[in-house]
């Protein structure tokens, strides 16, 4: 859910350059999107649906008032629709900033200003549910998967689980980008002779990034081995929250959208961040200070893993099935 700034309509924004929350007069109305931050709802204060909205494959748009009754255009002065762009009446075409997208044809209305990045199709689109195109040019597509290769026990508590961070096209000018990933981490440990945590619920934030090649057309993943190394004999819960986002490096030092400078990269994760549990960041650049460049528009992504994990080493009888683990991963 998202909110309107009530002299111009205009949402504030929350992850994603186009996932609308809430009106920036905070007075609603509020945007509920699906997996596209295409609007499918506006309700008021109170939960009210105020107006929701329909789509066929291509972004054709459907209005409905609150009972479900059609409406041929919106009574609420809504212009977002389809995957969170705004949607011109008048013209019946959605605004992708460098050009309109046609939902009736299901292509862009003119040629993609920067060439032939996205395929031979200079007026193609590529709105699938992994893959966005907020500007009109080219589609990114981050991807991340995680596989837990660790079988703990209480002789060996230490969890190891493999990120893979991946993109379906190289999104740059240049051929250097960078994914960034922001971890929020809890953990919570007790000693088997103490009744309360010794660290009761601790949270901790950092950012640490990795520098991806673009060599002869090919490109790697990023790899991201996540350790947990609990304490012996104690007990206690895990839990860590990313978000992953894929940055393009300016190769002339001119920064258009979704790109950072060279220098800012260097600048903003300087170091080894401190974390909590036995949790490192290792030798990657990291840092515990939110990157100036995190919430700039344009970045590919985000993408989201989501990790649970509970021990307890102080009970005989439960030694041999001690853990309570689970993690997915989406695109958001």
């Given at each position: 859910m998202v909110a309107l700034n009530s002299s111009n309509r205009?949402?504030?924004?929350?992850?994603?350059?186009?996932?609308?929350?809430i009106h920036a007069s905070n007075r609603g109305p509020y945007?509920?999107?699906?997996?596209?931050?295409?609007i499918t709802a506006l309700t008021d204060s109170s939960a009210v649906i105020k107006e929701h909205y329909a789509y066929d494959a291509?972004?054709?748009?459907?209005?409905?008032?609150?009972?479900?009754?059609?409406?041929?255009a919106t009574a609420e002065g809504n212009r977002y629709a389809y995957t969170g762009r705004e949607w011109d009446?008048?013209?019946?075409?959605?605004?992708?900033?460098?050009?309109?997208?046609?939902?009736?044809?299901?292509?862009?209305?003119?040629?993609?200003?920067?060439?032939?990045?996205?395929?031979?199709?200079?007026?193609?689109?590529?709105?699938?549910?992994?893959?966005?195109?907020p500007y009109g040019t080219k589609t990114t597509e981050l991807?991340?998967?995680?596989?837990?290769?660790?079988r703990e026990d209480c002789d060996n508590p230490n969890t190891h689980i493999l990120y893979t961070f991946s993109l379906k096209a190289w999104p740059c000018r240049s051929k250097l980008g960078f994914f960034i990933q922001e971890v929020n981490f809890n953990c919570r440990v007790s000693s088997c002779d103490e009744k309360k945590p010794e660290r009761p619920g601790e949270n901790h934030r950092y950012w640490e990034g990795w520098p991806i090649v673009r060599?002869?057309?090919?490109?790697?993943?990023?790899?991201?081995?996540?350790?947990?190394?609990?304490?012996?004999?104690?007990?206690?819960?895990?839990?860590?929250?990313?978000?992953?986002?894929?940055?393009?490096?300016?190769?002339?030092?001119?920064?258009?959208?979704?790109?950072?400078l060279q220098s800012e990269m260097h600048r903003e994760l300087p170091q080894r961040a401190e974390t909590p549990c036995g949790v490192t960041s290792g030798s990657l650049?990291?840092?515990?200070?939110?990157?100036?460049?995190?919430?700039?528009?344009?970045?590919?992504?985000?993408?989201?893993?989501?990790?649970?994990?509970?021990?307890?080493?102080?009970?005989c009888i439960k030694r041999q099935k001690f853990v309570s683990r689970s993690i997915r991963s989406k695109a958001l």
């Open positions: 205009k949402p504030i924004r929350r992850t994603g350059i186009d996932d609308s929350v945007y509920h999107r699906n997996q596209q931050y295409s291509y972004g054709g748009l459907s209005i409905f008032d609150g009972s479900g009754s059609s409406r041929s009446e008048e013209l019946g075409l959605y605004h992708y900033r460098a050009r309109m997208y046609d939902a009736i044809s299901g292509r862009f209305c003119s040629r993609d200003p920067i060439g032939f990045i996205d395929g031979h199709n200079l007026y193609q689109c590529n709105f699938v549910l992994s893959s966005a195109d991807l991340v998967t995680s596989k837990w290769l660790s060599n002869r057309g090919k490109f790697p993943p990023a790899l991201d081995n996540g350790l947990i190394d609990p304490p012996p004999k104690t007990r206690g819960k895990v839990s860590a929250n990313r978000i992953v986002k894929f940055f393009c490096v300016s190769p002339d030092n001119i920064r258009q959208p979704g790109e950072i650049p990291a840092t515990n200070d939110e990157p100036a460049y995190w919430s700039r528009e344009g970045a590919a992504g985000p993408a989201f893993t989501s990790l649970r994990k509970s021990w307890n080493c102080c009970d």
